[in-house]
T-cell receptor, first 116, second 113 residues
């Protein structure tokens, strides 16, 4: 089955530790995205990548880092610099991020990160 | 930047009653509009989308939405809701120049028996 997988589903982290969230897709999509979801705030874009070895900051990139070494993978690292990391993190992908695209974003099941 | 407003944070409704979830966006030259549904602790699932053509769009699970350019709205409707429709619903807008989505803050639909 084609789709987007995120692991782990639940993640606990101590303050001061970095943690990496996994996102894998087998949809052959060029573009991938990371969102953060907090109650009552909807989704906010952290980082996005249009193509392998390229990525751009979204609206709330501070305290996060990403890599895009393979087309199917877009891991997100939550660093100790992120002041309030407890949230639900969603990964998404789309066929393309090009201007003419009328594409849709497809979402993974999410990872809930809790800082202890 | 584009903004998306979902005025109702929560909508309680009885089973089999009709429901409308409101979504307004800031104006833009061209927009593409989406509604997603999220069940607890899950990702977002696409309900329907407006890209062009007919302003009335039908989606999955009996939902439909109408694009109103003059009012910059894209309200979601269902004529008769079920308990299983209880979830959070997000409106999203994509502008024509880049595949970046702007999401509303969500509306929690609570269907009561």
């Amino acid at each position: 089955d084609g789709g987007i997988t995120q692991s782990p589903k639940y993640l606990f982290r101590k303050e001061g530790q970095n943690v990496t969230l996994s996102c894998e897709q087998n949809l052959n999509h060029d573009a991938m995205y990371w969102y953060r979801q907090d109650p009552g705030q909807g989704l906010r874009l952290i980082y996005y990548s249009q193509i392998v070895n390229d990525f751009q900051k979204g609206d709330i990139a501070e305290g996060y880092s990403v890599s895009r070494e393979k087309k199917e993978s877009f891991p997100l690292t939550v660093t100790s610099a992120q002041k309030n990391p407890t949230a639900f993190y969603l990964c998404a992908s789309s066929t393309s991020a090009l201007a003419a695209s009328t594409d849709t974003q497809y979402f993974g099941p999410g990872t809930r990160l809790t800082v202890l | 930047a584009q903004s998306v407003t979902q005025l109702d944070s929560q909508v309680p409704v009885f089973e089999e009653a009709p429901v409308e979830l409101r979504c307004n966006y800031s104006s833009s030259v061209s927009v593409y509009l989406f509604w997603y549904v999220q069940y607890p602790n899950q990702g977002l699932q696409l309900l329907l989308k407006y890209l062009s053509g007919s302003t009335l769009v039908k989606g999955i699970n009996g939902f439909e939405a109408e694009f109103n350019k003059s009012q910059t709205s894209f309200h979601l409707r269902k004529p008769s809701v079920h308990i299983s429709d209880t979830a959070e619903y997000f409106c999203a807008v994509r502008t024509g120049n880049f595949n970046k989505f702007y999401f509303g803050s969500g509306t929690k639909l609570n269907v009561k028996p």
